[in-house]
């Protein structure tokens, strides 16, 4: 065997890491079970790809055990015609083997890329029933990361690990079928030698692949050094505090390691090859002897064409026994694969339809808070015994410090959260009972962070409201105060808002969402304010787009602007996750509470820091603004 010639694939990668080591998976046979129920619906491509891995294994021995033909009736028979035909009989086979390869790999491929398909859409649609709690606890990297490269790691362990599994074992019972039949004691004898080749080379691989480790630490390090000195602000502070020669220092040593280490790392390689070269001559030798000793004192049966045989079958299993070896990390790499997707597959879906869902036939919009008690995770409450009622045709507003629980408090009621005790009801049936789509199709949100998805505005409306027609759309941003800006756009409906709107300003963006929820035409409207302060014109149109909607829609705010406040018919303050005040402004400001200082450091300062003071006296005193002229964003 040429020395590295069938040594598998590169070194790096065959060992598993420290973390590798502490999170490997218990193989249990539930888990082995759930494996395998994913290559169930694809049997009979499983066994096509077994049928062919067995006889391409067969047809590529069988040139080594066609080398003593060969051998003994051709060239030491002299036969020229045996000669020819074992050779041409050779290549044939060899030629079959790589053909058939060439489906296995096609069939493998096939299989591979239907069970990720299956697995993905599968995970697509699980993460789909996750509830809120689960992306907002999850990061959302490891979500696509499940999604991705774990689920194409499966592709990679079917067409590589198992097949490689399968086709090495095969090679290596029929090479030692064959080695056995030829001659027993031979065979033994190369059996005995498989092992001294194999465990060398892999305490040399195992010693070149922690050299290889260390050397990657050293060279971060040396590269930390040379980001944060090269740095400009970096440079100040070397320059500044006179620590260049600390810093020189510093990296001299950590290069100087580096070296020594690159030396170490090509000699561990040389080692490795003298060990490889030795082993591998080391076994035919050896067969060679005892064959020799056996024909020439005790076997005569034995020929030269057979010696020559097991040399070549015994060349042919070194490199099935290191793959096996090696497989054993790629094993346990593939198993943690599993798991990992199975544990996610595992989360269970909170928020699901109730078995007896119902879908009530006459809508009204009557949301009733009783006793809501509600929490993140357990150790913190969050929301203390909330009871208030909205009446169908009304509008509260919530307001309070940040942090308080208002946002929370309008998550239940489209159930992107359950209460944890009481309950939501909408127009009298508890929001757990009724059919999921039905609620969120009744409930409109335009939240604090307005997203649009990548595409046009147009795309972005319809996706509320699929059979929307083009006036539908028109009249929709209209009240939503942005068919000005649209219209004058060179492309009007179908221009792109840029991934996640980004091609527009805040204001554009949040009047767009309004104009999706005003198309959506939901029974109840929730705005959840934006804190961030938006240029006092983009607010003015905001306002005007919501007004109408607060005044004539079931619709909850949560506001942080004095303006959308006095719009509401009930106030609620929210303090700690409790109900601290309600009311009206009025009622409210007489109570020198936490509504009242709330008015006077957060509501009055946003006025006054606009030029709006006359738009605060205009609400207090009821007076009616003048008309201002339409500006742009
Ligand atoms: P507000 O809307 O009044 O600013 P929120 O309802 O957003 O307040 O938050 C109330 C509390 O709940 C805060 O302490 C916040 O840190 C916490 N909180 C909000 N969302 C989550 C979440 N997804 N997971 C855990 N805690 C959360």
């Known amino acids: 065997m040429p020395p590295g010639g069938r040594m598998g694939g590169p070194l790096g990668g065959q060992y598993l890491t420290e973390e590798e080591k502490a999170n490997q998976p218990k193989v249990t046979p539930e888990l082995l079970k759930r494996v395998f129920s994913y290559l169930k619906p694809y049997t009979k491509q499983l066994i096509l790809v077994l049928f062919c891995i067995i006889v391409s294994s067969f047809l590529s021995l069988l040139p080594s055990i066609l080398t003593g033909r060969i051998l003994d009736e051709g060239l030491l028979n002299k036969d020229l015609r045996a000669l020819v035909f074992y050779i041409s009989l050779s290549l044939a086979v060899t030629l079959g083997a790589s053909l058939i390869g060439v489906a296995q790999t096609y069939i493998n491929t096939w299989i591979a890329q239907h069970i990720t398909f299956d697995m993905r859409n599968q995970m697509y649609k699980h993460l789909q029933n996750m509830s809120q709690r689960f992306f907002t606890s999850n990061n959302q990297g490891d979500i696509i990361t499940r999604m991705t490269s774990d689920i194409d790691g499966v592709k990679a362990v079917i067409t ?334 179908d221009t792109e808002v840029g991934n996640r709107g980004l091609k527009l300003s805040g204001g554009e963006k949040q009047r767009i969402s309004i104009a999706r929820i005003i198309l959506k035409d939901p029974t109840i409207f929730i705005f959840d304010e934006a804190t961030s302060a938006l240029d006092s014109i983009s607010e003015k149109k905001i306002q005007d787009a919501i007004d109408p909607i607060i005044k004539s829609k079931t619709s909850i705010l949560i506001a942080h602007r004095l303006s959308t406040i006095l719009a509401a018919d009930e106030i609620l303050v929210v303090k700690d996750g409790m109900i601290a005040e309600r009311g009206t402004h009025k009622e409210l400001l007489g109570k020198e509470g936490v509504y009242r200082e709330l008015y006077e450091t957060q509501f009055c300062k946003a006025i006054m820091e606009d030029d709006g003071v006359s738009e605060l006296e205009q609400y207090i005193w009821g007076t009616q603004p003048a008309d201002e002229p339409a500006a742009e964003d």
Request: aromatic content about 10%; overall charge neutral.
């Open 160 to 493: 590589n690990t198992f097949s490689s599994i399968l086709s090495n074992s095969i090679t290596l019972i029929i090479a030692m079928i064959a080695m056995f039949q030829k001659n027993w004691i031979l065979a033994l004898v190369g059996i005995v030698i498989v092992p001294l080749f194999t465990l060398p080379t892999r305490s040399a691989g195992k010693k070149r692949w922690k050299l290889t480790n260390e050397s990657q630490q050293v060279n971060d390090e040396v590269n930390g050094i040379l980001n944060e000195t090269l740095s400009v602000s970096g440079q100040l502070l070397v320059k500044l505090f006179g620590k260049e020669k600390y810093e020189y220092d510093k990296y001299e040593k950590a290069n100087r390691r580096m070296i020594g280490l690159n030396i170490k790392e090509s000699m561990a390689g040389r080692w490795f090859i003298v060990i490889l070269t030795t082993f591998t001559s080391v076994g035919p030798m050896l067969i060679y002897l005892v064959g020799g000793i056996l024909m020439m004192k005790y076997d005569s049966s034995l020929t030269i064409g057979d010696i020559t045989v097991l040399v070549a079958l015994l060349g042919r299993m070194y490199m099935p026994v290191n793959s096996l070896l090696n497989m054993q990390v790629e094993w346990i790499r593939s198993m943690a694969l599993f798991k990992r997707i199975f544990d996610y597959f595992d989360i269970p879906v909170e928020i699901k339809n109730a078995d007896d869902a119902v879908i009530p036939e006459k809508v009204k919009g009557d949301v009733v808070f009783e006793h809501v008690e509600f929490s993140y995770d357990p150790s913190k409450k969050i929301l203390k015994d909330i009871n208030f009622t909205l009446n169908a045709g009304k509008s509260i507003a919530i307001v309070g410090p940040s942090g308080s629980g208002k946002s929370t408090i309008v998550n239940l009621i489209p159930r992107l959260y359950d209460v944890d005790s009481g309950s939501v009801t909408f127009d009298g049936v508890d929001v757990r009972k009724l059919d999921l789509r039905f609620l969120r199709d009744k409930v409109g949100v335009v939240s604090q962070e307005t997203y649009l998805f990548n595409g046009t505005v147009r795309e972005n409306l319809l996706y509320a409201k699929p059979d929307a027609t083009e006036d539908d759309m028109i009249d929709a941003l209209k009240k939503a105060n942005i068919w000005d800006f649209i219209e004058k756009q060179e492309k009007g409906l």
